[in-house]
């Protein structure tokens, strides 16, 4: 089946601009995460969702981070006024919640770009 | 604050060797672990789970858990080149499906043909 999709795959802003990244999970996946990525570095948790509720965003860097999953399926992570320190990847990715070692597979990415 | 630290490397091995990876955690509430695998580019495959103290194999994979240690390694047996990659590890206080990863650096694996 169709796996996690993002996006746009590359994005390059201007510095102060807003950018919109989107991720499709797999269908009927009922968990979805946001992560960051910087280069030559592990993934930074960002946001959890369970359905369309935001169960956790403790991860978002500041107020200029902000997530949604109105519908409980394609989310969206945007970013206002974008800084040059926000240049890295943004994996999203999707997960069942039947209990035990449930497994997160992610998506190919965005890489944003802040000139 | 919860970490997960694993030897940057490079690490390089010859092809048809064991590949033994490490990593150390600090979260002591951490209950499940995950090996992933990212090529340069890529986005993080899974490679193996475990969440019980010992060893768990999965083909040339094999994953070992200490939990009093707060130990987690990997190993891969008969080596190869396309084994050439970054492993992450990471760490979650639940099962995976509602807890954020955290997640180590990663260490660049290099298979010497």
């Known amino acids: 089946g169709a796996g996690v999709s993002q996006s746009p795959r590359y994005k390059v802003a201007k510095r102060g601009q807003d950018v919109a990244l989107r991720c499709d999970p797999i269908s009927g996946h009922v968990s979805l995460f946001w992560y960051q990525q910087a280069l030559g570095q592990g993934p930074e948790f960002l946001t959890y969702f369970q359905n369309e509720a935001q169960l956790d965003k403790s991860g978002l860097p500041s107020d200029r981070f902000f997530a949604e999953r109105p519908e409980g399926s394609v989310s969206t992570l945007k970013i206002q006024r974008t800084q040059q320190e926000d240049s890295a990847v943004y994996l999203c990715a999707s997960s069942t919640l039947k209990g035990g070692a449930d497994t997160q597979y992610f998506g190919p990415g965005t890489r944003l770009t802040v000139l | 604050q919860k970490e997960v630290e694993q030897n940057s490397g490079p690490l390089s091995v010859p092809e048809g060797a064991i590949a033994s990876l490490n990593c150390t955690y600090s979260d002591r509430g951490s209950q499940s672990f995950f090996w992933y695998r990212q090529y340069s580019g890529k986005s993080p495959e899974l490679i193996m789970f475990?969440?019980?103290?010992g060893d768990k194999e999965d083909g040339r994979f094999t994953a070992q858990l200490n939990k009093a240690s707060q130990y987690v390694s990997l190993l891969i047996r008969d080596s190869q080149p396309s084994d050439s990659a970054t492993y992450l590890c990471?760490?979650?206080?639940?099962?995976?499906?509602?807890?954020?990863?955290?997640f180590g650096k990663g260490t660049h694996l290099i298979i010497q043909p």
């Open positions: 990471a760490a979650t206080r639940g099962g995976g499906g509602a807890d954020g990863l955290t």
């Open positions: 475990i969440y019980s103290n």
